[in-house]
Each structure stands twice: as structure tokens, then as C-alpha cells.
């Protein structure tokens, strides 16, 4: 079966790297990449590693991209402006965790990318406290 992809980008790899393994134990099957950090350890991004990070998952099914910060966004950006393949990947704006998690459920069963992405979305105003 072939899945929407997941990418996951933070200024930090062990953030990502967590991110990774919480969601490899729910969902093992849905193609899953990671980039965070510098080469040297130092907090930030790399376009040329959210590139590699892309190209390493990417599907014509689609790809979803879940990031930290602005400047994760923007480099996020121009690597999908340097892919040769480059339909169907989407920035979604979501709360990292959760919505890495509900995404790659929603993506483990099949979902198309549009549905993928709402459920990421639904995150933004998901309540973890009740009243």
C-alpha cells in the first residue's frame, strides 16, 4: 500500500529525532523523514538536509511537511523550490507533535493528502484540558 508522506523539520534533531520515534511506534509503515539541527550540533536548519529529508519520502501521493518555526518554514520553502518533484508536498501550519501524530494516523489508513492534512489542522484547536 503506498502512503502521504511525512516530514517532520525542527531547529532541533533531538526534538525531530523524538518526534520520529513516537511516530514510527504508531504508524511504522507511513514513509517518515526527519531534519533538524546543524551539521555542527547548533540549533537551526538546513535547506540542503529538509531537501534530502524530502526527496528521501517523497510520493506522488503527496507529501506533508510539519515544522517548528518561521525560519524551519522558510527553508522548507526553497527546498521544495530546488526539487525537480515537486507536486503534491504541502506546508502545513500545526502544532508539531500533534499534529505530526494525527497526521501520520490519518495517513496510515490510507487518507488522501488533503484528508492528511486536515487532521493535522484539527490540532491547532484541539483542547487537552477539558473545562
Keep these: 500500500m503506498s502512503y502521504v508522506s511525512i516530514v517532520v523539520l525542527s ?4 526534538i525531530v529525532a523524538g ?3 513516537l511516530l514510527k511506534q504508531v504508524q511504522p509503515d507511513v514513509p517518515l523523514a526527519i531534519a533538524g539541527g ?3 550540533g547548533e540549533l537551526g536548519t538546513d535547506v540542503f538536509a529538509i531537501k534530502s529529508a524530502i526527496e528521501s519520502v517523497y510520493s506522488p501521493l ?4 510539519l515544522f ?3 525560519s524551519a518554514r522558510l527553508n ?3 527546498a521544495i523550490e530546488m526539487l525537480e518533484e515537486n507536486q503534491n508536498i504541502r506546508l502545513v501550519d500545526a502544532p508539531l507533535v500533534e499534529g505530526s501524530y494525527a497526521a501520520i494516523i490519518e495517513a496510515g489508513c490510507g487518507a ?3 484528508d492528511v492534512i486536515a487532521a493535522a489542522m484539527t490540532m491547532k484547536s484541539w483542547n487537552k484540558l477539558s473545562d
Excluded at 62 to 65: D, E, F, K, N
Design 38 to 40: 546543524l551539521k555542527n
Design 68 to 70: 517548528d518555526l518561521g
Design 11 to 14: 531547529h532541533s534533531f533531538d
Design 19 to 21: 518526534v520520529r520515534d
Design 62 to 65: 503527496g507529501v506533508v511537511i
Design 76 to 78: 522548507a520553502e526553497m
Design 112 to 114: 488522501d493528502l488533503e
